[in-house]
């Protein structure tokens, strides 16, 4: 079931998108995610409740991820689907129009380790093919719709990202 939006409805959105205010707002909402996450074993902060989330909680990882050009180890908190054994992210970024670091950092270094409830897994991470997404994309909106909202205001595809277990 896809969402129709106006251009002004969108266009509202896109100028919040474009506050500096919003960078930062996300910036450090993400920084106090990632320490309560790890204080707390994934007790506090391994569900997201905000938006789409706030009726229907939605699990919450941390992504460790190696800084492209800095070599520096980063962490993202990000939602995430179960899909068999894999784990599946999404690069919305809000629907702001490039895509978050994490993506980039992930395509140069895809080894990696994820944080869940209760410990840490390594895994590989890979960009999911059209055919792969398209078959993933509506699951994603499933579990939480904002990402439709998210593509929408953006012209760029939204990547999704599997975690494979390694």
Do not use: C
Not at 43 to 49: A, D, L, T, V
Not at 64 to 78: A, N, W, Y
Not at 153 to 159: E, G, S
């Amino acid at each position: 079931m896809t969402k129709q939006f106006t251009e002004a409805e969108l266009e509202k959105r896109r100028q919040a998108l474009a506050s500096p205010a919003t960078a930062r707002i996300i910036k450090y909402g993400a920084r106090a995610q990632v320490r309560v996450f790890k204080l707390t074993n994934g007790r506090i902060g391994s569900k997201w409740r905000i938006g789409a989330g706030f009726r229907k909680p939605v699990p919450t990882l941390l992504l460790d991820h190696i800084g492209r050009k800095s070599g520096t180890v980063f962490t993202t908190p990000l939602l995430y689907l179960h899909d068999g054994e894999d784990l599946v992210v999404v690069g919305s970024q809000g629907g702001l129009p490039k895509d978050p670091q994490w993506v980039a950092n992930l395509r140069a270094h895809p080894e990696t380790t994820v944080h869940l409830r209760g410990g840490r897994r390594a895994v590989r991470a890979r960009i999911a093919g059209t055919e792969e997404r398209a078959v993933l994309w509506p699951r994603l909106v499933e579990l939480y719709a904002d990402f439709e909202t998210y593509q929408a205001t953006t012209d760029r595809v939204i990547p999704v990202v599997v975690l494979e277990p390694r």
